[in-house]
């Protein structure tokens, strides 16, 4: 009997699924099965190093991501926020304005005197 693609991985979410509720059920952690002595996680603190440091990674490769995307847009004329060409600063109108207002309301008091 042949498999779709989609059968097998129904089946390998729904193998995965029911592992991890049988490794919560027994107390281990639901990534690598060790025992968690009465945590209150999910994981063991392998798992939660592992995980904050993927997250971290994530964080940075978004930050690289976000760099390029406005240096990009910087090459193009357009505006850093958005897709729209830019008119000054690297922003189009809208956006000009938008951080024109934010840097007047944060400015204010300074201004004032
Ligand atoms: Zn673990
Ligand atoms: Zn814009």
């Known amino acids: 009997m042949a498999q779709t693609p989609e059968e097998r991985q129904a089946k390998r979410v729904e193998f995965i699924r029911r592992l991890r509720d049988e490794r919560v059920a027994w107390n281990l952690c ?3 099965g060790k025992p968690l002595n009465g945590v209150k996680t ?3 603190s392998a798992c939660l190093a592992k995980e904050a440091e993927r997250r971290e990674k994530n964080r940075e490769r978004n930050r690289e991501y976000q760099r390029q995307r406005v240096a990009d847009h910087r090459a193009r004329g357009l505006c850093v926020h958005c897709d729209d060409p830019a008119v ?3 922003r189009c109108e809208y956006h000009r ?3 024109n207002l934010l840097k007047r309301g944060r400015n204010k008091r300074k201004d004032d005197v």
């Open 30 to 32: 639901f990534r690598c």
């Open 42 to 44: 999910l994981q063991c």
């Open 88 to 90: 000054a600063g690297g």
């Open 97 to 99: 304005k938008y951080y």
